[in-house]
């Protein structure tokens, strides 16, 4: 059997949730003969993009999407199918934006086109006319719906689409993250909390992951506990406006930025609980890999309560105040506990994920698929 390529499309790639899970995929099915090639629409290097290019894989670059650019943008895609005609496969996880990438595989005759939801909402701002509008067009020309939860496709996906969204689990590799004590023991040493009691977020800073309202919760948790520490992995444009507020609190000695990590599992292993206040997600892979970690999580109710797989999700609305967040954060279990079969039996395992993505993608490793495409 000839080797698969498989195009996927992406903002870029960087480390985050998606990324990663992408990555974790790549590393697995490059071994069965299925090869991932990206489109990125940033002009600068990825944290992946090295070891894209090392297992084989090839980056292409393209303009960031924006209302001016969108004619523009659909040429230059038309040339880019019409120059590499052999991908049977493309893969789009732009949100509402992959509806663009999506017309111009249908125009060239791509007999896969998977449209991927990834959120649940999204920030009302100038381009959300251009949004709406381009959510109205992914009826057209998708023929796989894919999201990573129920509440995640029928954001993205009109009503004819629905009833045939496939939800693939944004799973990680679950035993990667089982609790163990002396690792526990060293990333806290090396942090410097040893006898902290340590809260933490991963997230990029931005509108979407609600870091003012964190920062709100931690003081008045902090008036509660003196040995309280807050750890924030990632980076972000709003990076410097909250470590401003962290300042102007006089709390940078109890708030930690530590900038994008690549030792997630270990960094997950040093915290007693997660926090996760977000404006809107789709189904953060941050939370599953928080609760493989055993943790217990408090995040908003505008999130799914299908991330909650354990039990140990505690969902609170963005309209209480952050004293009463802290209260009910306070009172949340902070002992690790083993949740490696509750995932692995809820689908979100990646070894399982992985073996059901090979199959589907393998169905157009087939000469029966070759020439024409599906329409």
């Known amino acids: 059997m000839m080797e698969l390529r498989v195009l996927q499309v992406v903002t870029i790639m960087n480390r985050g949730g998606l990324e990663t899970m992408l990555m974790n995929y790549y590393r697995r099915l490059r071994h069965v003969g299925i090869q991932f090639d990206f489109i990125v629409h940033r002009q600068e290097e990825g944290h992946y993009d090295k070891e894209i290019k090392r297992l084989g894989g090839r980056i292409f670059h393209m303009p960031s999407i924006r209302p001016g650019n969108y004619q523009k943008y659909f040429k230059q895609l038309d040339t880019f199918f ?61 023929n796989y719906y894919f999201a990573c939860s129920e509440r995640a496709g029928e954001w993205l996906f009109t009503s004819s689409s629905k009833n045939k969204v496939i939800v693939l689990p944004n799973a990680v590799n679950v035993s990667q993250y089982l609790y163990h004590l002396p690792e526990r023991k060293r990333i806290r040493r090396e942090l410097g909390v040893d006898d902290s009691f340590v809260i933490g977020h991963i997230g990029r800073f931005n509108y979407q992951k609600n870091h003012d309202f964190i920062i709100d919760i931690f003081q008045s948790i902090s008036d509660k506990r003196k040995d309280a520490v807050l750890i924030l992995a990632g980076d972000g444009d709003l990076m410097p406006q909250i470590k401003k507020k962290v ?64 039990n140990r999700v505690t969902f609170v609305s963005l309209s209480r105040k952050a004293s009463e967040w802290a209260d009910k954060l306070l009172q949340l279990d902070n002992q690790h506990k083993d949740t490696s ?28 698929h070759h020439a024409s495409g599906t329409r």
């Open 82 to 142: 019409a120059e590499h005609a052999y991908y049977r496969i493309v893969h789009a996880h732009l949100n509402e934006n992959s509806s663009f990438v999506m017309r111009a595989a249908y125009d060239a005759g791509v007999p896969c086109r998977i449209a991927h939801s990834h959120l649940s909402d999204l920030h009302i701002d100038f381009k959300w006319p251009f949004r709406k509008y381009a959510r109205l067009c992914m009826k057209e020309y998708p």
């Open 247 to 310: 300042h102007k609190l006089g709390l940078e000695q109890q708030v930690k930025f530590l900038g994008v990590r690549e030792d997630i599992p270990s960094l997950l292993q040093s915290l007693d609980v997660f926090l996760f206040p977000s404006h809107f997600e789709g189904l953060p892979v941050v939370l599953i890999e928080a609760q493989a970690a055993g943790l217990s999580c408090l995040v908003s109710d505008t999130i799914t309560a299908e991330v909650n797989l354990t």
């Open 341 to 368: 079969t509750e995932l692995k039996v809820a689908g979100y395992d990646i070894e399982t994920t992985s073996q059901w993505l090979s199959t589907f993608y393998n169905e157009y490793n087939d000469t029966k």
